[in-house]
């Protein structure tokens, strides 16, 4: 499975922007697809997760009412809209592909078996 994240971009505090993970090879193997941010000097975190069968979505707490994820199972890509971005969502955005989780591992990067390259999201205040 390969995973190419795109739509990165720098917009202002207040603003929207979408960025969308396309998945392609055997897609069959993902049972979930999620996005998690790096913000330069920090950990990476989860931020949200959907399962592709049933439309699921998980959240992290900091974006939750203004993230939105989404899937296109025709065109095998997962979308993020970010709604009212913060300058603390500023970060590295990556996609991320999983073969099966649960409720208590949704959250975890070791439960996500592959990766795209990440996309770039600035946010100024």
């Known amino acids: 499975v390969q995973l190419q994240a795109s739509g990165g971009g720098s917009v202002q505090a207040g603003d929207s922007l979408r960025v969308s993970c396309a998945a392609s090879?055997?897609?069959?193997?993902?049972?979930?697809v999620g996005w998690f941010r790096q913000a330069p000097g920090k950990e990476r975190e989860f931020v949200t997760t959907?399962?592709?069968?049933?439309?699921?979505?998980y959240y992290a707490d900091s974006v939750k009412g203004r993230f939105t994820i989404t899937r296109d199972k025709a065109k095998n890509t997962v979308y993020l809209q970010m709604n009212s971005l913060k300058p603390e969502d500023a970060a590295v955005y990556y996609c991320?592909?999983?073969?099966?989780?649960?409720?208590?591992?949704?959250?975890?990067?070791?439960?996500?078996?592959?990766w795209g390259q990440g996309t770039l999201v600035t946010v100024s205040s």
């Open positions: 959907i399962i592709l069968s049933s439309g699921f979505q």
């Open positions: 991320a592909g999983s073969r099966g989780y649960g409720i208590g591992t949704y959250n975890r990067q070791t439960s996500y078996h592959y």
């Open positions: 090879g055997s897609t069959f193997r993902l049972y979930g």
